[in-house]
């Protein structure tokens, strides 16, 4: 029988592999009882186990899964059933549509420091609530963390089964468990195992994240623990709290609710200070502002995606954390010498390179066009409320016909953007595009402003992005 079409339990319908690890293969199931797609994993001891070590295995698996099935925390995922099995058992978890953090620093480079915050948060938050359990992850990595399709951060992929008194799956010997550019020193070196591995595995996913490499990057094993990670260089205000996680000594490192703290402020800057009532306000200066002089891809992912759109509760721990900002604050924005403004008569202006073409449909859609025909930047009233952002993209892509169309991502942005849609397709002529679609409010009114370019060209046209999206805005005196 063919892996897609066996059915476990009699319910659940294997469709296709979702990923492989060392502790068994994810599969994308049917539940064909409550007719919803569930991701259910086929649990497999490490090779070289004797029988009495995989039983260890077996039973420390069956306890693990039944303490994240009382989690019931946002930012892990859940575990929905625990099927017993004459081999290995299965475990039955919800399935999130989702990329990786890992495969989005792949397709978009490196995040911006805010956006890696408000992940980093949501992971923590994932952590806390699994130690509450007597359960340590001991796998975090960014091939374990999700970022859902509606702005949902996930944890999952735990590593082999481990309780916070130190019982534990064993490894084989000489064996490193986990991925090892990611494990805490103590336990490269085979000491403990305990919640401050994890937080030094979640500084080195951030560091990851916000720097597009593992720390200790092109350095021996052996350098782990014994030396510090090369210094971040886009960091920012993330570094302190990068360097407060990764400390080869456990005791040295950031408490987690002094992570938190730091996290937060990254996240979610302080707005600046309104200037007093009786201060003469400066001449606007619409068409002057700062202009970074070598902007950088990750610029773009700023602009683009400052933040995960999921839904912030307080301080509550296991809330989605978010970066809000205010949509009525108006960004001064100096425009390289190759752009220039457009002030639109419906109440936005934005930069666009001298030299392309504009056209306006009858519908209202305006159109901007490289002299050469490509990139173009489309920007279109959208009568959708910025809340629904997500919803309605995604609703848009069940209604379009393109080509070898594939998936970036759809996520919420903070205020005032409500969400983008990053994808790739064929044209008619067959030729590669990379395109992204963003939706955000302009005062009252709700618009879409679509780039879109060659796939080979999209590296060398993200600093006209950037200026693109960072200028979109309310026109002067509006």
């Known amino acids: 029988m063919a892996p897609q079409e066996q059915l476990v339990a009699g319910r659940y319908r294997l469709l296709h592999t979702l ?11 049917a539940d064909e009882v409550l007719h919803r797609q569930v991701a259910i994993r ?60 890992l495969q989005v620093v792949q397709d978009s480079g490196p995040l911006p420091p805010a956006r890696v915050a408000a992940i980093g948060l949501a992971v923590l938050h994932g ?32 590593g082999p089964p481990v309780t916070d008194e130190g019982v534990h799956a064993p490894a084989p010997a000489g064996t490193v468990p986990g991925s090892a550019r990611y494990v805490a020193p103590e336990r490269l070196a085979g000491g403990d195992r305990t919640a401050q591995a994890d937080l030094w595995s979640l500084g080195a996913t951030l560091y990851h994240a916000v720097e597009g490499r593992p720390p200790y990057a092109g ?9 510090t990670p090369d210094p971040p260089v886009r960091a920012g205000p993330l570094t302190g709290v990068l360097e407060g996680l990764l400390q080869c000594d456990p005791a040295a490192r950031l408490l987690p609710s002094e992570v938190e703290d730091r996290l937060r ?30 902007v950088a891809a990750a610029a773009v992912i700023a602009a683009v995606g400052a933040a995960t ?18 949509p009525t604050a108006r960004r001064a924005v100096v425009l390289p010498p190759d752009f220039t403004w457009w002030i639109d008569p419906t109440g936005f202006r934005v930069a666009v390179p001298r030299g392309w073409r504009h056209s306006r449909e009858p519908t209202g859609e305006l159109t901007f066009t490289a002299p050469e025909g490509r990139p173009t930047l489309r920007i279109s009233r959208s009568a959708v409320p910025p809340d629904d952002g997500v ?12 080509g070898s169309y594939r998936r970036i991502r759809i996520e919420a942005l903070p205020a005032p953007h409500s969400a983008v849609w990053e994808y790739t397709f064929q044209n ?40 693109v999206l960072d200028s979109f805005g309310p026109a002067a005196g509006r």
């Open 428 to 467: 008619r002529s067959g030729g590669q595009l990379r395109a992204l679609r963003r939706l955000q409010a302009v005062q009252d009114h709700g618009y879409a402003v679509e780039w879109r370019a060659p796939t080979t060209a999209w590296a060398a046209q993200l600093p006209k992005l950037t200026v």
């Open 391 to 402: 919803a309605a993209l995604i609703a848009e892509e069940d209604r379009v016909r393109l």
């Open 127 to 158: 952590l806390t609530a699994t130690s509450r359990t007597g359960v340590l992850h001991l796998d975090v990595e960014p091939a374990s963390v999700l970022i859902g399709d509606g702005g949902r951060i996930v944890l999952s992929d735990f």
């Open 42 to 101: 086929k649990c497999v001891s490490p090779a070289g186990l004797g029988a009495d070590e995989q039983e260890q295995v077996r039973e420390l698996t069956m306890r693990e899964a039944r303490a994240f099935a009382g989690i019931g925390n946002p930012n892990v995922v859940s575990v929905l059933d625990v099927l017993p099995d004459e081999d290995e058992p299965w475990i039955v978890m919800e399935y999130v549509a989702s990329r990786s953090l």
């Open 19 to 29: 990923a492989t690890g060392r502790m068994g293969k994810v599969w994308l199931a």
């Open 219 to 227: 350095k021996p094993l052996e350098a782990i623990g014994v030396g």
């Open 265 to 294: 402020r990254v996240a979610e800057p302080t707005a600046p200070p309104a200037p007093p009532p009786a201060a003469t306000p400066k001449p606007a200066r619409s068409r002057h502002v700062r202009w970074a002089a070598a």
């Open 309 to 326: 759109g999921t839904a912030r509760d307080g301080h509550r721990p296991g809330a989605h954390p978010t970066v809000t900002a205010s």
